[in-house]
């Protein structure tokens, strides 16, 4: 079945510090990614996301690298905040674009910033 | 712009009881709405989707008769936990999505701020 996981659970980092949370996906069909943010007791928000016709994007603090020959994604964070401290999910979204085109979250990973 | 809301934000009901859990697009109307289920330090998993005026279509092993979704007009859809148990206890989570692309890309899903139910 469809799948996207992340290789690392847990990471923790030195503020200041550039940050990669990676993510691998299962679906070659996929067209279109999304990087989430989580902090504790809210819903998701949007960080970033990418086409599968592109292989990076920059916004501001943040790039997300597309690599579909080896289908990982990763979500970098320039000179992390300990306000970045929270938990990121990619996730990715069905081919075609339809009306009911289904998200398919990632297991997270927990980004801890240490002061 | 493109906002969702959720209310309750919390609610705590005896086993037995049901629930209702609105979920509602301030400013943009959302042609698609999907609810989501959470258990701590897990993902997102999607329990069904919902197109205004249509029957939600329900995800493999969620039980359509306990998770009831209505999704009446374009800017609410409600979920209801009937004969709720402590293991419904988790965090619900909506989104709304806006095909014609007005309240930003047309695939793009913009996410409700979650409602934690606990079951006693």
């Known amino acids: 079945g469809e799948s996207v996981g992340l290789h690392l659970p847990t990471l923790s980092v030195q503020e200041g510090d550039n940050s990669i949370i990676n993510c691998a996906y299962s679906n070659s069909a996929s067209d279109y990614f999304i990087w989430y943010k989580q902090e504790s007791g809210k819903g998701p928000q949007f960080i970033i996301d990418?086409?599968?016709?592109?292989d990076k994007r920059q916004g501001q603090r943040v790039t997300v690298l597309l690599n579909k020959t080896v289908k990982h994604l990763s979500l970098q964070i320039a000179a992390t905040q300990p306000g970045d401290s929270a938990v990121y999910f990619c996730a990715e979204n069905g081919a075609g674009g339809g009306a009911t085109n289904k998200l398919i979250f990632g297991t997270g990973t927990l980004l801890a910033v240490q002061p | 712009g493109a906002v969702v809301s959720q209310h309750p934000s919390w609610v705590i009901c005896k086993s037995g009881t049901s629930v209702k859990i609105e979920c509602r697009s301030l400013d943009f109307q959302a042609t698609t709405m999907f609810w989501y289920r959470q258990f701590p330090k897990q993902s997102l998993m999607l329990m069904a989707t919902?197109?205004?005026?249509?029957?939600?279509?329900?995800e493999q092993g969620v039980e359509k008769d306990k998770f009831l979704i209505n999704h009446a007009s374009l800017t609410l859809s409600t979920l209801t936990v009937t004969s709720a148990h402590p293991e419904d206890s988790s965090f619900y989570i909506c989104?709304?999505?806006?095909?014609?692309?007005?309240?930003?890309?047309?695939?793009?899903?913009?996410f409700g701020p979650g409602t934690r139910l606990t079951v006693l």
């Open positions: 990418i086409r599968s016709n592109m």
């Open positions: 919902s197109n205004e005026g249509s029957k939600a279509t329900y």
């Open positions: 989104s709304a999505r806006d095909l014609r692309g007005l309240a930003g890309k047309h695939n793009e899903q913009f």
